[in-house]
């Protein structure tokens, strides 16, 4: 579509644009198309396509996110962790999806109003966008950062601990708080220590 553009794959090119596009399959909840772009500028922008449900986020770094190109700005309520559904993903890795859920384990009910597991990190953090979830906890991958984009062109908050750890995103700073204490307690996520950074 742009020959000019790099791939996120190592190739050079003199292009100040590079894309990064998510696995995709054909099984339920995978067949999801998954694209990020990024330029040397710091443009970016993210689209997460869901077939299943006809349903395309996109998100533009500073110009918001949009869910069939209805704005998603401003959904996002303060809450807390026993009044939201939260969503984990389940990773292709033994030992991740054994986090994921033990973390899901620790945030269910009553902890929580309900838990959620994803296939796609993407997806799941679409859905915390547009509001459909209060929290969702993410493994790393290369199609983390079109979700990224779109939870924060949304008015969402997210952490990481370190390039490479888990991400956990929420609707609010609150939530954000309550689920990464109780994520610690569960030992998903290392203790807080004041050396987060804000993705």
């Known amino acids: ?33 998954v694209l990020f772009a990024s330029s040397l500028e710091g443009d970016a922008i993210a689209v997460v396509f869901d077939p299943w449900r006809d349903e395309l986020f996109t998100a533009m770094k500073h110009y918001g996110a949009e869910l069939n190109g209805t704005p998603l700005s401003g959904r996002h309520g303060s809450g807390h962790l026993c009044d939201v559904v939260i969503g984990a993903e389940a990773s292709g890795d033994p030992r991740r999806s054994l986090q994921s859920l033990r973390g899901l384990y620790y945030a269910g009910p009553p902890r929580s109003a309900g838990v959620r597991v994803f296939p796609s990190a993407a997806l799941g953090l ?34 990481t601990d370190s390039p490479g750890a888990w991400t956990v995103s929420a609707q609010g700073e609150e939530l954000l708080s309550e689920l990464r204490l109780m994520l610690s307690e569960a030992n998903v996520i290392e203790k807080e220590t004041g050396g987060d950074r804000r993705v």
């Open 1 to 33: 579509m742009f020959p000019d553009h790099e791939t996120g794959r190592g190739q050079s090119s003199h292009s100040s644009w590079t894309w990064v596009m998510g696995n995709s399959d054909y099984l339920p909840e995978e067949a999801i198309l």
């Open 126 to 159: 679409a859905w915390v966008a547009c509001g459909r979830l209060g929290a969702f906890v993410a493994a790393p991958g290369a199609e983390l950062a079109a979700g990224q984009l779109l939870v924060s062109e949304s008015g969402g908050v997210l952490r």
